[in-house]
C-alpha cells in the first residue's frame, strides 16, 4: 500500500478537536487527519502512532513516507514550524496521512457533490 503525507496547516485546538468529532460520525476511510503541538519530526512520527491498528495498513511505510516528506520538504517545513509558533500555544498543526487510493476516492467525491 502507498501512502502520502502532507502538512496542511495551523488550527485552533478547539476547531480541530470539532472536526474530529464530526469524521467520527462518517464511514472510516484510508484517510487520517493528524494533529502535534510541535513540528518536528519526532513529533509528526508520534502522531502516525495513532492511527487505529484496525485500519490494517503498514505503519513502517507510513512512517517512511513521513520521513520522506520531511527530507524532501525542508522549506515547507520551516514555514509551519514558524505558522505554529505564531499561532501560539492553543493551536496544532494539522497534518494528513492517507493512502492514494483513500484520498483519490475522497478527492473525487469532494468534486462530485453539488
Not at 69 to 82: P, T
Amino acid at each position: 500500500m502507498s501512502y502520502t503525507f502532507e502538512i496542511l496547516g495551523v488550527s485552533p485546538i478547539l476547531h480541530f478537536f470539532s472536526y474530529q468529532q464530526e469524521l467520527s460520525q462518517q464511514p472510516k476511510t484510508g484517510v487520517e487527519y493528524l494533529s502535534s503541538y510541535k513540528c518536528t519530526l519526532d513529533a509528526l512520527l508520534q502522531t502516525v502512532e495513532t492511527v487505529p491498528r484496525d485500519r490494517g495498513w503498514n505503519l513502517d511505510e507510513a512512517v517512511d513516507t513521513v520521513i520522506d516528506f520531511w527530507m524532501k520538504n525542508l522549506d515547507s517545513v520551516h514555514h509551519w514550524k514558524r505558522r505554529l509558533e505564531d499561532a501560539g500555544e492553543q493551536s496544532l498543526l494539522i497534518s494528513r496521512l492517507a493512502n492514494f487510493k483513500a484520498l483519490q476516492s475522497e478527492f473525487e467525491q469532494l468534486l462530485h457533490q453539488e
